[in-house]
């Protein structure tokens, strides 16, 4: 990816705070002339002293005291004021992001690692904050600071004021621009590597009985280890071409200073002129020396900044910008002659389905693992589109009508159910409003987990978080189904409901959903015969048709 580009899309965000940015700027620029003033004044002071000239040093005293003040206010402000503006911008970052993965959907994350995702609305997002904090102001502050500096310097002597400024570029522009390109690829093989790591302590938190189960901890420490090794080589990388490029700026500074006094003492300039540019020299680099990490600190920023962009700029499966229609209820669900093959794949994984539901019915399907049966319940909540026949809801298409329609009409319970660190209440009842306790409470029962919440200390009050370790898959399966039964929605897609419920649970369970269901379209996805038998109707599905 072009860094053009992405420069020109980070700035995009900054934008609206070029009024904050602007005053930063400023402050910055008046706090480094203050640092520069000072040694500049006192020199001066000094060299007038020495040759007998009159000296007001009770007003030189008020001046470098001035300058203090003003350079310890100024930076202050000048801090305060870029942090605010790169946190606000993090902030407004990370909204962007989160409804970016809201309109790519489901179907582009499922072919992303958690690790990856953790990383990019976390790390690269924090990584940010070098870019908007310490890039965009700092090098409008340097330039200004040098320009100053250089006019300063030229009425004595222009020749050196411009080997001033020849060094202060070297060092704020060439060095940083020269090191960034020839060291590109540490970022991001260091941002890899990071992912890795993230990627591993992720599946092991959430493997913890597997492992303990099929005696896996050596293993998967020697993984974790070889994965922290590789970060430790990609970090040492970074460190060293940070203080390689820390020494070379050093070298040049000293270089620059030794540059000005020959230079000084080679045209004959007088003693005072070479003092004050000696002085001048040391004095103002400060501005450019926090350029010159920039080449190193921005391979990882603009690489965290590249997975980013490409994050918000990829294409979802589906759109629904031209969805208009809304329904509420269920009356016929149709599909005809659909065919589906997953993007980037040739063979296809459904054909020639067919099948046709009333209000208030339901179809249980049954089928070997892999043979289709989640992708078909996926093209029904539009993960994706089919590639051919048509499904249709009350005579509708499926893809005419509205994402918040959709997502009313149907209630999802899938295989996994994710719970949040919040209450049993509010994970039921999602904290959507108008649901009372007395409905959840019905919807625990249905699920057969309202005696297991009433024997925890708090009840339906009890923190999630601290119970996730503890909780068996079949209770977090039931939390999942009163969840479902709460949400009421008129079109129910289930697959594998009952998965991790004992036999005797299970019957339970179904018997509460021949209740509360009843009145229900539903599809049912099954490998259990005892499940699908809650349905109207029995299909399965082989050899990606239904039978």
Not at 7 to 22: D, E, N, S
Not at 132 to 159: E, K
Not at 180 to 190: A, V
Not at 284 to 290: D, E, Q, T, Y
């Amino acid at each position: 990816m072009n860094d053009r580009i992405l420069i020109r899309w980070l700035l995009t965000f900054a934008k609206p705070f070029k009024v904050k940015m602007a005053a930063a700027i400023l402050l910055g620029i008046l706090s480094n002339l203050a640092v520069v003033a000072i040694p500049t004044i006192s020199t001066l002071t000094f060299l007038r002293l020495i040759t007998g000239e009159e000296v007001n040093l009770l007003l030189t005293l008020a001046v470098l005291i001035s300058c203090g003040i003003i350079r310890g206010v100024a930076r202050y402000l000048e801090q305060y004021q870029n942090h605010d503006i790169a946190f606000s911008l993090l902030a407004h970052i990370r909204e962007q992001i989160f409804s970016a993965l809201r309109t790519i959907g489901p179907a582009r994350l499922t072919g992303k690692n958690s690790g990856e995702l953790i990383t990019s609305i976390s790390t690269d997002v924090e990584a940010l904050e070098v870019f908007f904090a310490h890039t965009i102001s700092p090098v409008f502050i340097a330039s200004g600071t040098m320009l100053v500096t250089f006019v300063f310097l030229a009425q004595f002597d222009l020749g050196v004021a411009l080997l001033l400024m020849a060094g202060q570029i070297l060092i704020g522009g060439i060095i940083p621009f020269i090191s960034y390109r020839r060291n590109l690829q540490i970022g991001d093989e260091y941002k890899s590597a990071f992912v890795q790591v993230s990627q591993t302590i992720m599946e092991n938190a959430n493997s913890l009985k597997d492992i303990a189960q099929f005696h896996l901890e050596e293993a998967r420490l020697d993984k974790l280890k070889t994965d922290s090794q590789v970060l430790n080589h990609q970090n040492r990388r970074r460190i060293f071409q940070g203080n390689s490029l820390q020494l070379l700026s050093e070298a040049v500074v000293i270089g620059t200073t030794l540059c000005v006094f020959y230079l000084g003492s080679s045209r004959g300039l007088s003693m005072e002129t070479i003092v004050l540019s000696v002085v001048l020299s040391l004095s103002s680099f400060g501005p450019v020396l926090a350029l010159s990490n920039l080449g190193n600190a921005l391979l990882t920023t603009f690489s965290s900044g590249r997975r980013l962009y490409q994050l918000v700029h990829e294409e979802p499966f589906v759109e629904f910008e031209k969805s208009t229609a809304s329904i509420t209820e269920i009356e016929t669900l149709q599909a005809e002659n659909l065919s589906f093959h997953y993007p980037k794949t040739e063979k296809a994984v459904l054909e020639q389905i067919s099948f046709n539901l009333q209000k208030g019915e339901s179809i249980g399907i049954s089928g070997e693992s892999g043979s289709g049966k989640s992708t078909l319940l996926k093209l029904l909540m539009r993960y994706w589109d089919p590639d051919n026949g048509t499904l249709t809801v009350n005579n509708l298409p499926l893809s005419s009508l509205k994402e918040d329609s959709l997502h009313h009409l149907e209630g999802v319970m899938e295989q996994s159910t994710f719970l949040f660190e919040d209450t049993i209440a509010n994970n039921i009842s999602l904290k959507r409003e108008g649901v009372s306790q007395v409905e959840i409470e019905e919807a625990a029962k249905a699920a057969a987990i309202h005696d297991w919440i009433l024997s925890l200390p708090e009840g339906y009050q009890t923190q999630l978080s601290k119970l996730s370790r503890s909780i068996s898959d079949g209770e977090r399966q039931r939390i999942g189904l009163a969840r479902l039964l709460v949400y009421d929605a008129p079109l129910i897609l289930l697959d594998e409901p009952t998965s991790n419920l004992d036999y005797v649970n299970e019957q339970a369970i179904l018997a509460s959903f021949k209740e509360k269901l009843q009145d229900k379209t539903m599809i049912l996805v099954s490998h259990r015969d005892s499940t699908l038998k809650i349905a109207d109707k029995q299909l399965h599905l082989e050899n990606r048709r239904l039978k």
